[in-house]
């Protein structure tokens, strides 16, 4: 006996493309507003004829409405999407995808979000968007949320708003800064999170990388000891990994160094240490901050990564030390699978 749902399909067949799009389209403008109809546009790939009519008809549906400043989801929208969000993940096959990673990679959990962020900028901002629903959900007054650096968790920090479940949380830097970019560093992005959420937070002004005498030297300072107690046991760590290389090059790692993580096949990296594919330590940096002897079972590590470029430092670094949650994007998501089946 045919389903509601197929019988459907068969009288329309474009109707499953038409409901994906038209909420991907109410997804954008969730995480993006008051968002204007030209960027809509342009993000999601929509010609000005076709998108003026899709807006029309959802603003006679009443699902968004149109100001000055822009298009903005009503509370009707908003509850739609959530209402909408599981049959969503059903029909377009990451719930599936979900499953097949969380056994591959033996994650707990895996949230898959639609599109590839290599190529779409704003898939980064719907891997934030569950990371703080994430964060709502498990955080309570007085918890601490270790938070690492770079453009991922730059996005997660541009994306929290102020909720009553996380006004009484502290947001601290995983880690000392890199030398890179301010705004990508893990105590500008920790102090953006508190500001955004209105709630507290606390800085490490060191850097993240010392010599052997300046590190032992600055942990016995008392502001920093006890800094670092709240830093290696928070509730709550979010970090993201990132290509070995890559971060290499980041933290003006010399060419020896560098030759000597492509010789040991290094793949990813987090917290300062890297990894080959079978998740085995070639290189560890000291570093000030948190480490991965300090993840336990009591907190939550949630790691957000994302693009088709990432996946093989995805599966490296969770071949090593699976995470509780893992945010991902659908194009990161079938290369892991992919780099997977070719290693085997």
Same mark, same amino acid.
């Given at each position: 006996?045919?389903?509601?749902?197929?019988?459907?399909?068969?009288?329309?067949?474009?109707?499953?493309?038409?409901?994906?799009?038209?909420?991907?389209?109410?997804?954008?403008?969730?995480?993006?507003?008051?968002?204007?109809?030209?960027?809509?546009?342009?993000?999601?790939?929509?010609?000005?004829?076709?998108?003026?009519?899709?807006?029309?008809?959802?603003?006679?549906?009443?699902? !968004?409405?149109?100001?000055?400043?822009?298009?903005?989801?009503? +509370?009707? %929208?908003?509850?739609? /999407?959530?209402? &909408?969000?599981? @049959?969503?993940?059903?029909?377009?096959?990451?719930?599936?995808?979900?499953?097949?990673?969380?056994?591959?990679?033996?994650?707990?959990?895996?949230?898959?979000?639609?599109?590839?962020?290599?190529?779409?900028?704003?898939?980064?901002?719907?891997?934030?968007?569950?990371?703080?629903?994430?964060?709502?959900?498990?955080?309570?007054?007085?918890?601490?949320?270790?938070?690492?650096?770079?453009?991922?968790?730059?996005?997660?920090?541009?994306?929290?708003?102020?909720?009553?479940?996380?006004?009484?949380?502290?947001?601290?830097?995983?880690?000392?800064?890199?030398?890179?970019?301010?705004?990508?560093?893990?105590?500008?992005?920790?102090?953006?999170?508190?500001?955004?959420?209105?709630?507290?937070?606390?800085?490490?002004?060191?850097?993240?990388? !010392?010599?052997?005498?300046?590190?032992?030297?600055?942990?016995? +300072?008392? %502001?920093?000891?006890? /800094?670092?107690? &709240?830093?290696? @046991?928070?509730?709550?760590?979010?970090?993201?990994?990132?290509?070995?290389?890559?971060?290499?090059?980041?933290?003006?790692?010399?060419?020896?160094?560098?030759?000597?993580?492509?010789?040991?096949?290094?793949?990813?990296?987090?917290?300062?240490?890297?990894?080959?594919?079978?998740?085995?330590?070639?290189?560890?940096?000291?570093?000030?901050?948190?480490?991965?002897?300090?993840?336990?079972?009591?907190?939550?590590?949630?790691?957000?990564?994302?693009?088709?470029?990432?996946?093989?430092?995805?599966?490296?670094?969770?071949?090593?030390?699976?995470?509780?949650?893992?945010?991902?994007?659908?194009?990161?998501?079938?290369?892991?699978?992919?780099?997977?089946?070719?290693?085997?």
């Amino acid at each position: 006996m045919l389903t509601m749902l197929e019988w459907q399909q068969k009288l329309q067949p474009d109707l499953i493309e038409s409901l994906v799009h038209r909420y991907d389209l109410l997804r954008f403008i969730q995480i993006s507003q008051p968002v204007g109809r030209r960027a809509l546009g342009a993000e999601m790939n929509v010609s000005e004829r076709i998108l003026r009519r899709e807006v029309d008809l959802l603003k006679e549906q009443r699902l !968004l409405n149109v100001e000055s400043s822009g298009m903005r989801l009503t +509370e009707e %929208g908003n509850s739609l /999407l959530h209402a &909408l969000e599981p @049959s969503i993940q059903a029909l377009t096959g990451r719930a599936a995808l979900q499953e097949q990673l969380e056994r591959a990679l033996n994650v707990r959990r895996v949230i898959v979000t639609s599109g590839d962020s290599d190529q779409q900028s704003w898939v980064k901002k719907e891997m934030s968007r569950a990371c703080v629903e994430e964060m709502i959900h498990t955080l309570r007054d007085g918890d601490v949320v270790a938070v690492a650096g770079g453009t991922t968790l730059a996005t997660l920090a541009a994306s929290v708003f102020p909720h009553e479940r996380l006004k009484g949380v502290t947001f601290v830097p995983a880690r000392g800064g890199l030398g890179e970019n301010v705004e990508l560093q893990a105590n500008t992005i920790s102090a953006e999170l508190a500001k955004q959420a209105e709630a507290n937070y606390r800085l490490l002004h060191v850097p993240d990388q !010392l010599s052997e005498t300046a590190y032992d030297s600055l942990i016995e +300072e008392p %502001g920093i000891r006890e /800094l670092l107690q &709240l830093i290696r @046991s928070p509730r709550m760590v979010i970090h993201s990994v990132g290509d070995a290389m890559t971060m290499a090059t980041r933290r003006s790692a010399d060419p020896g160094k560098l030759t000597g993580l492509a010789e040991q096949h290094a793949q990813s990296e987090a917290f300062g240490y890297y990894f080959d594919q079978e998740g085995q330590i070639v290189h560890k940096e000291r570093t000030i901050g948190l480490q991965l002897q300090d993840l336990n079972k009591d907190q939550q590590v949630i790691t957000i990564a994302g693009g088709q470029s990432k996946a093989r430092a995805i599966a490296s670094y969770m071949t090593h030390r699976p995470s509780d949650l893992l945010i991902t994007d659908e194009g990161a998501a079938k290369a892991v699978l992919q780099t997977l089946e070719e290693e085997l």
